[in-house]
Structures are given as C-alpha cells and as structure tokens.
C-alpha cells in the first residue's frame, strides 16, 4: 500500500481552474413571471348582504306584478319593465348583469331583452386620488412623473370604471381608464349570491337541475372578460395592427400605451376628432331637426353611404377572417371621422370562433346570396353544436320557414328597410333557439348582437343597401388577398431555388403521408367486438362500402396529386408562368385523372379494397344480430 502511494504521488497535484467572474453575485436563471389571472374573492358576510339585497328586489319585483294582475294589467312589456326597475333597485353588479342578460335573446322574450338594454351605466364616479393610486400600483410611478396634466372629474363613468382626460409629458392627449377599486370582489360576491339562488331552484325543482349552470357560467365569464384590462389593451393592440396591415386605413381603433397600462389601468390615445356614430344616425332620420350636425358631416366628408359599407366591412372582417370581433360596435362606442374614417373603441366585448364556427358562418352567407333557406338552416344547426336531444328535424323545418321568410323580404322591392336586413334573419334563429329550449354559446350570442347592430345601423344609414352584395363583395377581396398571399409565396420559392426549408417541407409531407396510411388501415380495419353489438348487418354493410368509396377517392385523390407534382417539377423551363399555363390548358386535369384510372397498377389496388371489403361484409352477414340491452 504504501509504495502504491508513493507511486501516485506525482499524479495527484493542483491543476489550473477556469476564473470564476461572477464573485459575491447570484448566477440563478430567474424564471419570467407568471401570467396573471383576474379573479377576486368575496366572504360570505358579502355575499350574504347581496343576497338581502336580491331578495328585497324579487320582492319589489312580485309585488309589482300581483297590482298589475289586480288592475288587468299585467302584460309582458309591464313585466319587462318591472324587471329593469328591479335590476336597478339592486345597483351597481346588476346593472351590468340585466345588460349582460339582454343579450341572451335565447332565454328571454324579446319585450325583456329591450327593456334590459336600456339600462345605463350613470354610476357615481369615484375620487381622483384614488385613480392616483391605481396609476401608481400600474406604473410603478407618481401621475405627476407621467402626466403634464389630468383632468380630476371623468368623461365617463360606469360600473366597471372611470375615464379620465390626460395629457402625457410630450403633449399628447389621453384616455386613462380606470377600475372601480374593489368593484371585483363586489362582482365575485353577486355571483356567488347568484349561484346559491340557483342551487336552491334547482332543488327545489322550481328550475330543470343543471339548466341554470351554463346560464350563470356564460354571463360571468362575460362580465369578467370585461374586467380583465390587460385583455382589452391586447384586443385594442390587435384590432389596430390588423387594420393596417390589411391596408384598409379606413378602420382603425386608438393606439394604446403598454407601458403605462396594466391590471388595472390602460392609457391610450384621446378621441376627439370626428363625430359619434350615433351623431351621424340622428342626422340622417331627422336632418331638419340636427342642421348643425349635418354641417358638420359635409365639413368632414362623412358619407353615410359609404359609412354603412364600411361598417359591414368591419362586421364580415371580424366574423371570417380575424382573429377576433368587436362584440359591441353600438354607435357610442364607433367614431366617424374625416372622409368616413371609422374609429372603435372600447374593446371590453370581444368574441373569437374557432375554424368549424367560421366555416358554418361562411355557408349561411352563402346559402343567403344564393336564397337556399335550407342550406342556411343546417349550417345554423353547426353553431347550436353540441346540439342537446332534441327534434332535429323539426327544428329545422321551423328554421327554414323562417329564413325562407326572412329571403322573401330581402327580394321584395317594398319591403320596409328593416325587414330587408339580416337582423331579421337572426331575430328567427334566436326565437328558434328559445322556443326549443336551446341555450345558445356565449360567443354566438354575442355575434348575433354585433351583426343585429351593424346590419341595423347600416340600413339606418342607407335603405337601399343590399347585404348579400356587400358579401360577396368582402368575400372577392378576401379571396383576391389570400391568392395574391399565395403566388408571393411561390415566386419567392421558385426564385429561390430548393433550400433545407423546402427539404423540411419534403420530410412533414412524408410523416403526414405516414399518418394519412395508418388513418386509412384503420378506416378500412373495422374490428367487430367495436361495432357488432351496436349496428345491424345493413348499417354495417352500408358503412362499409361508405368507407370503402370514401378510401378509393382519398387514395385516387393522392395518386393525381403526386403525379401532377411529378408532371410540373418536370417542366423546363422550371418557372412560374410556365406551370400556369400548364394548368389552364383546356382539359389538363381531366387528362391527367384518366392517366392514372387506366393505370394497370392503380387498377389491381382498388380491385384489392373491393374485394376486402366484401368479404368483411360477408363475414359480418354470417353473424347474428346482438344489441345490447
């Protein structure tokens, strides 16, 4: 041991050691903050006090009606009224919650909704020194180290928050929006007073068990969206950048200021130019009354013609190719400046689709240009999706006959301007929906509201405008952008030459090819302990030549699209206006299709899944009939 020691001593020494920079200091990588959530708590002694106070309003509201029952007077419009006069009793959430219910055309009679939108925000404004300390927790900065002014009584002053005037250091004139301090516990408290009515009506099966849920869920999480500053400001941000982008300067939306907005506050540009849509509607219906507003339309170059294109444009924009919508473009909440420039503003109301919402909103839009009633009716039903168990068929049978309806008017040369809008047309989707009892998505709600007010405004502005026009109008330059996007791409390609990107292109269509063939095996591996309890041997049958029909034209497909690619890559010389001309030879595709049907190879392998499928169905008819019970 001890000469193994001494043997090892001239091995073990100090070597050199990499200088350390960093001496005294943290080296950790510091993680990126969490995004925030809005959400707010409220104990139960505020909670309880609200419900005295809903109580106190149903009384109010009970009481009203047994007088007008005593009197022969109980209609659906006193009754509506009653309603409002009770929602306003409450205060404060209420008024925002009767706003949020007008919208559920859904739920309550039309009478109820009208009444309900009346309902105004003229809340107290609450004190400057306390939007002071909002700015301060936002900005992490004193108002004075921000602003060369700010005017301390609000130009606007709602439940949810108050508006401020402002001048920034450099001159420019702002909108400081600020939340009501502790108005979010106050909203987290009415709910839960809300959810504890309804579990009580529930039980005490006044209300279908479950029917209320998705009714309270839908509103707050309406109500809440609107709390959520940091999500308008995002919207707001959004809506700007698209509208340039799309190179249509004649919609746009204030510019907002990030670093001076947060949870609770957003800063952004000051409106002052131009006047307030609905400024412009009261000078079109009554001119002789408004001179000094028409005046002004004609120093500003406002066309009201031009303004109701623009604001379908805006409508059919959001709806099909945006990535979100305005849920409330009301005319107070739209500036129309100089040559008919529209300005929105207050983003606290927006509403996204996803892809299969999207798609039915283009049918029935189509469907309507081409006055198929039936075509509009089943694409109405993708947007009820997940349809509850009711009578399909019936329902869409009421459905078409109200569109069908609603297309007579929009022909008739003397129907009244408001018959002629699709208003009507969602009007009857929106009866349908409650005479079956069918609680409709918050986000179709809201686009039934946003196209209600833009088709109906733009009538206001001009009578005579046709909507399915002005459709297809949107609908061609959409088409136009979208082509245009798509031969930049290809000449830029083709200029390019093949790169690695156009080899990573080769690799994902392999791997998709891949997962097309695993896709199509088990389309054509149907395993009977799947299928055999639950479909009968001519349902099976049918599936399994559905299937088989619907693999042959899948693989036919694939097969002249590859062969085309091969065809076009094989051209010389290898340019875009070459291919072009390729493929608007007369008769290229139908060539090119009958090629490959008479190929001996592509032959053998559709004889193949015939005769596969057959013999499962052979199999399968040999067998009994067993349902499960």
């Known amino acids: 041991m001890r000469d193994d020691r001494k043997a090892s001593d001239g091995v073990w020494r100090k070597l050199p050691r990499r200088e350390k920079l960093l001496r005294g200091a943290r080296s950790d990588f510091e993680y990126p903050p969490q995004m925030t959530v809005v959400s707010f708590k409220a104990g139960p002694h505020r909670v309880i006090g609200r419900l005295v106070k809903c109580c106190d309003a149903a009384a109010y509201y009970f009481f009203c009606r047994l ?8 209609t659906q419009d006193a ?3 009653h309603l409002r006069q009770a929602f306003r009793r409450v205060g404060g959430t209420f008024i925002k919650l009767g706003q949020q219910l007008s919208l559920r055309a859904d739920l309550l009679p039309q009478a109820y909704c009208r009444e309900l939108s009346t309902l105004l925000d003229d809340i107290k404004p609450f004190d400057a020194h306390l939007a002071a300390k909002a700015i301060r927790e936002t900005c992490g900065k004193e108002v004075e180290d921000i602003f060369s002014a700010i005017d301390p009584e609000p130009i606007g002053s709602a439940s949810i928050a108050c508006v401020f005037q402002a001048q920034l250091k450099d001159g420019t004139t702002v909108a400081v929006k600020v939340r009501r301090p502790g108005i979010g516990e106050v909203f987290t408290a009415d709910f839960r007073a ?10 005490l099966t006044v209300l279908r ?3 209320s849920e998705p009714i309270r869920k839908g509103i707050r999480e309406s109500v809440m969206e609107e709390m959520d500053f940091r999500r308008e400001a995002r919207y707001q941000e ?16 204030p510019r907002v200021y990030p670093e001076y907005s947060g949870d609770d506050v957003i800063v952004m540009d000051l409106v002052t130019e131009g ?3 609905s400024e412009v509607l009261a000078a079109v219906d009554q001119p002789s009354t408004n001179p000094h507003i028409v005046e002004r339309m004609n120093d500003l170059n406002i066309q009201p013609r031009l303004v109701a294109r623009r604001l379908l444009w805006a409508n059919y924009a959001g709806m099909v190719t945006d990535l979100f919508f305005h849920g409330d473009p009301s005319p107070g909440n739209i500036f129309v400046q100089k040559n008919s420039r529209l300005m929105f503003i207050d983003f606290g109301c927006c509403g996204a689709f996803n892809q299969s919402q999207r798609r039915a909103l283009k049918q029935i839009n189509y469907h309507q240009s081409n006055g198929d009633a039936e075509g509009m009716a089943a694409a109405s039903l993708t947007l009820l999706e997940p349809l509850p168990p009711i009578d399909i068929e019936a329902f869409s049978d009421e459905l078409e006959a109200l569109y069908q309806t609603s297309l007579y008017a929009m022909k008739s040369k003397h129907a009244k301007w408001w018959e002629r809008t699709t ?11 409650l005479a079956y009892k069918l609680p409709l998505p918050p986000v179709v709600l809201r686009m039934a509201r946003a196209t209600l007010l833009y088709d109906t405004v733009a009538a206001r502005l001009d009578n005579d405008i046709v909507f399915y026009d002005e459709y297809r109008r949107y609908e061609r330059f959409a088409m136009k952008v979208g082509g245009r996007k798509i031969r930049e791409e290809l000449e830029e390609q083709l200029a390019n030459g093949i790169d690695d990107r156009h080899f990573m292109i080769i690799d994902k269509v392999m791997r998709t090819g891949n997962r097309v063939v695993y896709q199509l095996e088990r389309l054509m591996d149907l395993q009977p302990f799947k299928f055999i309890s639950d479909i009968r041997k001519g349902a099976y049958a049918v599936l399994s030549l559905f299937r088989m029909a619907l693999i042959m034209a899948i693989v036919t497909g694939a097969i002249v699209f590859v062969v085309a690619l091969v065809d076009l890559f094989a051209l010389k010389p290898l340019n875009i206006k070459h291919i072009c001309s390729v493929l608007q030879e007369s008769g290229y595709i139908v060539n090119l299709t009958r090629r490959v049907l008479q190929n001996t190879g592509y032959i053998v392998a559709m004889w193949a899944i015939v005769l596969h499928t057959v013999r499962r169905i052979l199999f399968r008819l040999r067998d009994k009939d067993i349902f499960k019970a």
């Open 67 to 74: 007088l007008d029952k005593l009197r022969g007077k109980d």
């Open 79 to 81: 009754r509506a009224v």
């Open 194 to 203: 809300l959810d504890w009515i309804g579990y009580v009506l529930e039980f």
């Open 209 to 211: 068990p479950g029917f």
């Open 238 to 253: 959004l809506f700007r950048r698209t509208a340039r982008k799309r190179k249509k300067n004649f919609i746009t939306a």
């Open 275 to 277: 006047l307030k849509l």
């Open 423 to 433: 208003a009507v047309q969602w009007y009857h989707f929106l009866s349908a929906a």
